[in-house]
C-alpha cells in the first residue's frame, strides 16, 4: 500500500511538472496582449455629509455651518500622528478662518478628561468634539487615526484622508484651499 502511494504521489507531481511545461512552452514567443485602454471614469457623485457631535459649548450640527468649508478630523489622545496634525490644524485654521473655513476635531477618547488634557496640551484653538461611542466617526468609515474629511460650502463630502505626516500636510492644505477657492 506505501509504494502505490509513493507511486501516486511522485505520478501526481510528474504529470504537474509536465503541463507546467506544456504551459510555458505554448507561451514562449508570444508577445503580450495589449493592456485595454482604462476607461475614463465618472465623477462621483457628492454625497451630503450632515453630520452632529457633542462639543464642551452643546452640540455642533453641520447643517448649522452651510455656506462654510468644514475640515472634520478624527483622533484620540494616544494618537502619535495626532500629536503632529493639532498644530497644523491650529495653523489652516488660523490661515483660511475668514476664507470659511471651520475646524472640527473629533475625539474617540473614552475618557473625555484625557481627551481636555490633549487639547489643551496642544492648545487646540477650533472646536473639540466627543464620539466616545464612534457613530460619527462610523459613518465617515474611518478605519485609522487621525482621518479626516472635507465637508464643502453645500454640505458634500468631497475628500477624505487617513494618517498625517509633513507629505500629506501640504496635499491636505492644497485640498482644503482648492475647496475654499470653488464657490
Not at 18 to 45: D, F, Q, R
Not at 60 to 89: Q, T
Not at 147 to 168: A, C, M
Request: net charge negative; proline share 6%.
Amino acid at each position: 500500500m506505501l509504494s502505490f502511494r509513493k507511486s501516486l504521489t511522485r505520478y501526481s507531481a510528474w504529470r504537474l511538472f509536465a503541463l507546467a511545461a506544456v504551459i510555458m512552452l505554448a507561451s514562449c514567443g508570444k508577445e503580450p496582449e495589449p493592456e485595454p485602454e482604462p476607461e475614463s471614469e465618472p465623477e462621483p457623485e457628492l454625497q451630503p455629509a450632515l453630520f452632529n457631535v457633542t462639543t464642551d459649548d452643546g452640540m455642533f450640527v453641520s447643517a448649522n455651518h452651510k455656506g462654510k468649508v468644514i475640515y472634520l478630523d478624527f483622533w484620540a489622545s494616544w494618537c502619535g500622528p495626532c500629536r503632529e496634525s493639532f498644530p497644523w490644524m491650529n495653523e489652516m485654521r488660523a490661515k483660511y478662518a475668514e476664507q470659511g473655513l471651520e475646524v472640527i476635531a473629533v475625539t474617540l477618547d473614552q475618557d473625555k478628561g484625557l481627551a481636555r488634557q490633549f487639547a489643551e496640551e496642544f492648545e487646540a484653538e477650533f472646536t473639540i468634539g466627543f464620539d466616545a461611542a464612534g457613530a460619527v466617526a462610523d459613518q465617515f468609515g474611518v478605519r485609522g487615526l487621525p482621518s479626516s474629511v472635507i465637508i464643502n460650502r453645500d454640505g458634500n463630502l468631497v475628500e477624505s484622508h487617513t494618517g498625517f505626516n509633513p507629505t500629506q500636510a501640504v496635499e491636505f492644505e492644497a485640498s482644503l484651499v482648492r475647496v475654499l477657492e470653488e464657490s
